[in-house]
């Protein structure tokens, strides 16, 4: 039996795609949060309100995020504390329930901020072992 042949870019690792797949759900389950709280659950105003629009941004790194492009990763683990930032003053300020799902803004803005660390850093970790790899070759 042949050697096995190292992961090509095009060929990710079973963690890499793992923490792919944990960016990208709870990318689109704040990005339903946000949308759902401000039309329908707990909206600033009866009848929804434009904060609705603050969901727009967060699908906005997405189809990079499908792409395991690294820049993707890198500028949504920057941007996504200002929803962080949100939630905690609105977890602390506002009446239930639209604390409660301030929380949860918060809970998948960690998760997403993880999610995307992890990969940066692994696939950081994988281009070294290659690069090892080809030099040592």
């Known amino acids: 039996m042949p050697p096995l042949a190292p992961l090509s870019p095009a060929a990710p690792s079973p963690t ?18 946000c949308l759902a709280w401000e039309l329908w659950l707990a909206p600033v105003r009866p009848g929804g309100s434009w904060l609705a629009l603050k969901a727009v941004p ?16 890198r500028k949504t683990a920057l941007f996504i504390w200002l929803y962080f930032v949100e939630g905690v003053v609105r977890a602390t300020s506002d009446h239930a329930p639209s604390s409660w ?9 960690v998760l997403l901020f993880a999610a995307c660390a ?13 690069q090892a790899a080809g030099t040592a070759a």
Not at 16 to 29: H, N, P, Q, W
Not at 101 to 109: F, I, Q, S
Request: glycine letters at 4%.
């Open 58 to 73: 967060l699908l906005l790194p997405l189809p990079g995020l499908l792409r395991l492009r690294m820049l993707s990763y």
């Open 118 to 130: 992890a990969h940066v850093r692994l696939r950081q970790r994988a281009a070294k072992a290659a």
């Open 16 to 33: 890499i795609r793992a923490t792919r797949l944990v960016a990208v759900v709870s990318l689109l389950a704040l990005s339903a949060l």
């Open 101 to 109: 799902y301030a929380l949860g803004e918060v809970v998948l803005t």
